[in-house]
T-cell receptor, first 112, second 113 residues
């Protein structure tokens, strides 16, 4: 699976959009980009995933560059409850039994 | 709807004692199951995964073992705990044939003294 690079931490003002970047320059054509988040002392929570088209759901939007070497997770109106560690994971759909390999993620702090 | 349970929620054990953590999934059948560990700070490490009853794959050599005695039950064990086994243990499952999204349990926080 392709490796990802994320900034270790970011701040965002409450009510503003939070844009979390992820670099995955070695991504292969059949690898998806997944985003999970982990609120302190809880299990990770799935947010969104995509292959090459931009995706949106009730939680967030995922913007993938045309060359697929990077992506951005957008939380349109961040709240204090969005404070968490956000993980970008790149892998083949249902690879090797569906394993997820987590990196260090980005610690997002939403401030009032 | 599907739910995943883990127990106990917290556990304090002395070094050298045995360990048994349990994970069960409700509302689905034949899931893939996973055990992760999170040591101090962030960084989840995949320990074991299982694609069926009695089928266990180990990701890293360690002091722990896993078993899957029933379709929706996944157990993490140790015969003798080490200090380094302290951490936050998370169980997860995946629904086959879906979007391949993993769903995590609430976790067990283990402290080995």
């Amino acid at each position: 699976d392709a490796k990802t690079t994320q900034p270790p931490s970011m701040d965002c003002a409450e009510g503003r959009a939070a844009n979390l970047p992820c670099n995955h320059s070695t991504i292969s054509g059949n690898e998806y980009v997944y985003w999970y988040r982990q609120i302190h002392s809880q299990g990770p929570q799935y947010i969104i995933h995509g292959l090459k088209n931009n995706e949106t759901n009730e939680m967030a939007s995922l913007i993938i560059t045309e060359d697929r070497k990077s992506s951005t997770l957008i939380l349109p109106h961040a709240t204090l409850r969005d404070t968490a560690v956000y993980y970008c994971i790149v892998r083949v759909h249902y690879n090797q039994g569906g394993k997820l390999i987590f990196g260090q993620g980005t610690e997002l702090s939403v401030k009032p | 709807s599907q739910t995943i349970h883990q127990w106990p929620a917290t556990l304090v054990q002395p070094v050298g004692s045995p360990l048994s953590l349990e994970c069960t999934v409700e509302g689905t059948s034949n899931p893939n199951l996973y055990w992760y560990r999170q040591a101090a700070g962030r960084g989840l490490q995949l320990l074991f995964y299982s694609i069926g009853i009695g089928q266990i794959s180990s990701e890293v050599p360690q002091n722990l073992s896993a078993s899957r005695p029933q379709d929706r039950q996944f157990i993490l064990s140790s015969k003798k705990l080490l200090l380094s086994d302290s951490g936050f243990y998370l169980c997860a499952w995946i629904k086959r044939g879906s979007t391949d999204t993993q769903y995590f349990g609430p976790g067990t926080r283990l402290t080995v003294l």
